[in-house]
């Protein structure tokens, strides 16, 4: 099977209805960079910058930061790379973050809110970015973002670090976006204005789903209870999709639901045509999107939704099997 989607490599995410779907990954290290190649992902969609600062004990220089940033994007040669900034919780400690102790770390002091508290360490971090972009166009984008004013602070930091470099001399990004990650319920029901500022979202599944069904995403007893295929669920993000495509708002979906094959052909046909995933996945997902009619996927989707099932999955898991899926 491998084989096979070796040979897909270089072949667009095109559905039989014509509907063309694209495929990003995730990364969070320079290791996995080579993978951009070999996968044939379409950039870099979640580029988790914690990873980095997890491995080290003291956080790294601003200088350690560019250089690291910057040979990321020569190693995406062009291809876009969506940053996101810090999400650190007091799950994952950094011993030059003061830890916490915190019953509920995953609804703590962590992410977007942690950035907005120690406002230093997010300004070297936006600094670091524009000077390893180097007037390369630079995206940025901000984890656990809440509430509306969560995300415009944030965006003011980097504007105001963007006119701050300009000031000094310094080549800024040849083009700059500033979007934010979907990871709570709220942040769906923000206003329009919201919809209108952010530049492009994602939405992080992983979180996203843990807070849709109040179910820890690391606690085995409940984590696999609630199916992404959920009808409750799937309408959701059919609902956010609509609203982004009414504002014209990029919305891509970055988490682990995307790199399953059958997830990804629902989450496209609710709209969500960007899906980043591990480079792994990009292979089988692209090899069943190639083979079947997204268009028909959401006519399954809205009938089974309509039937009064729980998930869309029997509907949708029949409708394949008859296509010798
Ligand atoms: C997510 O929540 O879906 C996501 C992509 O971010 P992380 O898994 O790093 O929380
Ligand atoms: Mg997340």
């Not at 656990?144 to 300009?166: K, S, T």
Request: net charge neutral.
């Amino acid at each position: 099977a491998q084989h096979a989607y070796a040979a897909l490599r270089d072949q667009p995410a095109l559905a039989t209805c014509g509907r063309r779907v694209t495929l990003m990954m995730n990364a969070g290290l320079m290791a996995d960079l080579p993978s951009l190649v070999g996968s044939g992902a379409e950039g870099v969609g979640l580029y988790r910058t914690e990873l980095q600062f997890l491995i080290r004990s003291t956080v790294p220089r601003r200088r350690a930061q560019a250089e690291l940033y910057g040979r990321v994007m020569d190693a995406a040669k062009g291809q876009r790379v969506v940053f996101r900034t810090l999400d650190i919780g007091s799950d994952k400690v950094l011993p030059y973050l003061k830890p916490q102790d915190e019953p509920n770390p995953a609804m703590g002091w962590r992410a977007i809110r942690l950035g907005l508290d120690r406002r230093g360490v997010m300004r070297m971090q936006v600094q670091s970015l524009m000077r390893g972009a180097n007037g390369r166009p630079l995206s940025v984008m901000f984890p656990m973002v809440a509430q509306f004013d969560e995300f415009r602070a944030a965006r003011q930091i980097v504007l105001d670090e963007y006119a701050r470099e300009q000031d000094l001399g310094h080549t800024v990004p040849e083009s700059l976006e500033i979007g934010a990650m979907l990871e709570t319920p709220s942040l769906a029901f923000a206003p329009d204005a919201f919809f209108e500022l952010t530049d492009f979202l994602s939405i992080g599944g992983n979180d996203l789903k843990q807070f849709f069904f109040a179910a820890d995403r690391e606690n085995e007893r409940v984590r696999r209870r609630y199916d992404t295929l959920n009808v409750s669920y799937l309408t959701f993000l059919g609902q956010i999709a609509d609203r982004t495509a009414t504002h014209g708002t990029p919305v891509s979906f970055c988490g682990e639901d995307a790199g399953r094959p059958v997830e990804a052909m629902a989450l496209a046909a609710m709209g969500i045509n960007t899906l980043s995933m591990r480079p792994a996945s990009i292979g089988p997902v692209k090899h069943l999107i190639r083979r079947v009619s997204i268009e028909e996927a959401r006519r399954v989707i809205d009938e089974a939704r309509c039937s009064g099932a729980q998930s869309v999955r029997p509907a949708v898991m029949a409708w394949l099997a008859d296509q010798g899926i």
